[in-house]
């Protein structure tokens, strides 16, 4: 199944591909209708909107509303190559053509013996690695989801903030859904048809998304603010997690990245090996590659 996906195009569905053959038939039936002077022009003409209508409706109106998700396979068009950073090519379903193009994207060009590429959509590296068996270099899509808030060391955080957390301001931010989900055993049941998007990270317990392109989620940065603020920050916003959505002031939106930044510091040292140790093993990985080609 993973293998079939991992070849599939997926996108919204436009509805059935042009048919001529409903609104030849309306015209003919319509000629026959007046010639045979069977009713008026207007009634005839009343038959044959009702008739395009329907043809509408079911084409383009009701696809958009039922937002229905399809996968389809496009031999050799398949064979194109992902880029998220520059893709210079796109894949379309053509209506009235009833058939899928690869077409160079408008203003770009490929130069002899250069690659054609096209996007799989905003993936990050997991996922692409899930799919289709490779990762990006500077993936801009690339996330990193850290246990939830309520997991962090709390004690390690207040320290580097020099401050003691209210473990009443802590329930409210439990209780406004951002310290993230308990930790349960889930059995699976095999029954994936709830899951509506594969571009979404799974992240049932509501981790914290840290994502290349725009860091840590607003939202976490939010409760963040709302915990390091001081009484007089606390009692400014009317104790109201909301309104800690943007910026209070330099001095607590300092405290809340040196939180973050404490929270991912721990996070690294708590895995087996540095980042100095893993760039060390991929490139033993890749000099061997290269060597055995």
């Given at each position: ?24 038939l ?11 002077g ?64 690869l ?10 013996d ?80 709830n899951?509506?998007n ?10 914290v ?80 590659l290269?060597?055995?080609?």
């Amino acid at each position: 199944c993973e293998c079939a996906r991992s070849r599939a195009f997926s996108g919204a569905y436009s509805g059935a591909a042009f048919n001529p053959l409903p609104y030849a038939l309306t015209l003919f039936l319509v000629a026959v209708y007046l010639v045979a002077g069977l009713g008026s022009i207007e009634q005839a003409a009343n038959g044959a909107g009702l008739v395009l209508c329907g043809s509408i409706l079911n084409d383009f109106v009701l696809p958009k509303l039922l937002k229905t998700n399809k996968y389809i396979i496009c031999p050799y068009i398949d064979m194109a190559n992902h880029n998220s950073n520059s893709p210079n090519a796109d894949v379309a379903f053509e209506y009235f053509a009833d058939a899928y193009s690869l077409a160079i994207s408008s203003n770009k060009s490929i130069p002899n013996d250069k690659q054609l590429f096209i996007s799989y959509g905003p993936r990050s590296n997991d996922q692409l690695l899930q799919y289709y068996g490779f990762v990006e270099a500077n993936n801009p899509n690339d996330i990193y989801v850290m246990p939830p808030v309520r997991e962090w060391n709390i004690e390690a955080i207040e320290k580097a903030c020099d401050t003691t957390f209210s473990a009443g301001r802590l329930a409210k931010l439990d209780k406004a859904g951002l310290l993230g989900q308990p930790q349960t055993t889930k059995q699976s049941s095999g029954d994936d048809s709830n899951i509506s998007n594969d571009l979404e990270p799974a992240n049932v317990a509501g981790g914290v998304v840290i994502t290349k392109s725009e860091g840590i989620d607003p939202a976490v940065l939010q409760a963040l603010r709302a915990l390091v603020s001081t009484d007089d920050e606390w009692e400014a916003a009317g104790e109201a997690i909301g309104n800690f959505a943007a910026l209070v002031n330099q001095s607590n939106e300092r405290r809340a990245k040196l939180a973050a930044k404490t929270a991912m510091e721990l996070e690294l040292s708590s895995k087996s090996t540095t980042l100095e140790e893993d760039l060390a093993l991929l490139k033993t990985v890749d000099t061997k590659l290269t060597s055995s080609t």
